[in-house]
């Protein structure tokens, strides 16, 4: 599946490198220039502003026609908005609300990616593209395993049946924020099976290239040859 996964972070010199090959995937399948959707969670003054930096994140990249879905906190997305779209950009914000908007349209979003549509998250959006999707919390079983403000308005680490375009979890902001170490927390706690921590300004496309000025981290169980029973952190770089 053509899946782009974006750990977050604004930088206008890295928008070519973040986003332009999920555009490019687009326009192959178009043919022509491409129809995206942005979709965006909050229709609150302050989310509008925030909603801007996508379309001009995404206008440095140019060649495309840009449609803006913007979802009331609460509502769900209406999953219609798809019909003749040649790429689906998920954006960020709190991941709850992400998961609550668009858990519905989920069936319909993997449907339309397994058939061939470019799909590309942004820290909320990449982490709900996960089977199991990691939407906030910063304690395991009452232990701190990550910063508190990590959360995203939720104590312990939160768990949820995802879009399914990645298997295992994707964490993003990975050393920015400090998730590295919650996704490590989940996969030895059992949480989630495996997944990947993804560094602001880097993207993981297709064949898993990882792209950017920052890094992907693998984390996985410990194979049992190992002779331990903890897990596995392996960092994988832009041109890895």
């Avoid at 022509?32 to 979709?39: E, I, Y």
């Avoid at 049946?161 to 998730?179: E, F, K, R, Y």
């Avoid at 981290?217 to 190992?226: D, I, K, T």
Wanted: charged letters at 20%.
């Amino acid at each position: 599946m053509n899946v782009h996964l974006v750990g977050g972070g604004w930088d206008d010199a890295l928008a070519p490198t973040l986003y332009g090959g999920f555009v490019r995937a687009a326009a192959r399948r178009a043919g022509d220039r491409p129809r995206l959707v942005l979709v965006v969670v909050g229709t609150d003054a302050e989310s509008l502003a925030y909603h801007e930096k996508y379309v001009e994140a995404l206008g440095l990249v140019g060649g495309h026609d840009l449609v803006v879905e913007r979802v009331a906190e609460g509502s769900p997305f209406d999953p219609t908005t798809l019909a003749g779209v040649d790429g689906l950009f998920v954006g960020g914000g709190l991941t709850p609300d992400y998961h609550a908007s668009l858990a519905p349209a989920y069936p319909r979003i993997r449907e339309l990616v397994e058939a061939g549509m470019p799909y590309a998250g942004f820290s909320a959006g990449a982490a709900i593209a996960a089977t199991h999707a990691i939407v906030g919390g910063w304690r395991i079983d009452g232990v701190p395993v990550c910063p508190e403000e990590s959360n995203e308005e939720l104590e312990p680490v939160t768990v949820v049946s995802g879009i399914g375009l990645v298997d295992g979890a994707v964490d993003v902001h990975a050393a920015q924020w400090g998730n590295l170490s919650r996704l490590i927390a989940a996969v030895e706690a059992g949480l989630v099976p495996r997944g990947v921590a993804i560094d602001e300004g880097t993207v993981l496309g297709p064949d898993d290239i990882v792209a950017g000025q920052g890094c992907v981290w693998r984390v996985s169980r410990a194979e049992p040859e190992s002779g331990t029973n903890g897990v596995e952190v392996r960092r994988v770089g832009a041109g890895q």
